[in-house]
């Protein structure tokens, strides 16, 4: 098993930024790829971000790309979500993900195919 814990969630005003954190513990000696997923109010959950287990691959949903950034520190088994210019669609809680991998290069960008989730942190974007 693998516990999942998002931090850095909070209020910001458009065009602001946050850093999102998601700590692992637990059976962390396999290699997992990582994710960000969001909900928004009324709305089904999305991808937003994901990155392999050695760091080498990275996707983004197209409405994020070039303002968001998703990187890991394996050694702290710590994946982080660098939001900037932030909008008010931003707005949703999000959540980290994670699902074990065989390969360094593999991402995954489904929400079935994730087998870890954490709690979930709010981001509230103010126009």
């Known amino acids: 098993q693998v516990q999942l814990v998002e931090s850095g969630g909070g209020s910001v005003q458009a065009g602001g930024s946050l850093r999102l954190s998601c700590a692992a513990s637990g059976r962390t000696s396999s290699n997992y790829v990582m994710a960000w997923f969001r909900q928004a109010p009324g709305k089904e959950r999305e991808i937003v971000a994901t990155?392999?287990?050695?760091?080498?691959?990275?996707y983004y949903t197209d409405s994020v790309k070039g303002r968001f950034f998703i990187s890991r520190d394996n050694a702290k088994n710590t994946v982080y979500l660098e939001m900037n210019s932030l909008k008010p669609e931003d707005t949703a809680v999000y959540y980290c993900?994670?699902?074990?991998?065989?390969?360094?290069?593999?991402?995954?960008?489904?929400?079935?195919?994730?087998?870890?989730w954490g709690q979930g942190t709010q981001v509230t974007v103010s126009s």
């Open positions: 990155i392999s287990w050695s760091g080498v691959t990275t």
């Open positions: 993900a994670a699902s074990p991998s065989y390969s360094s290069a593999v991402t995954y960008a489904t929400e079935s195919q994730y087998l870890y």
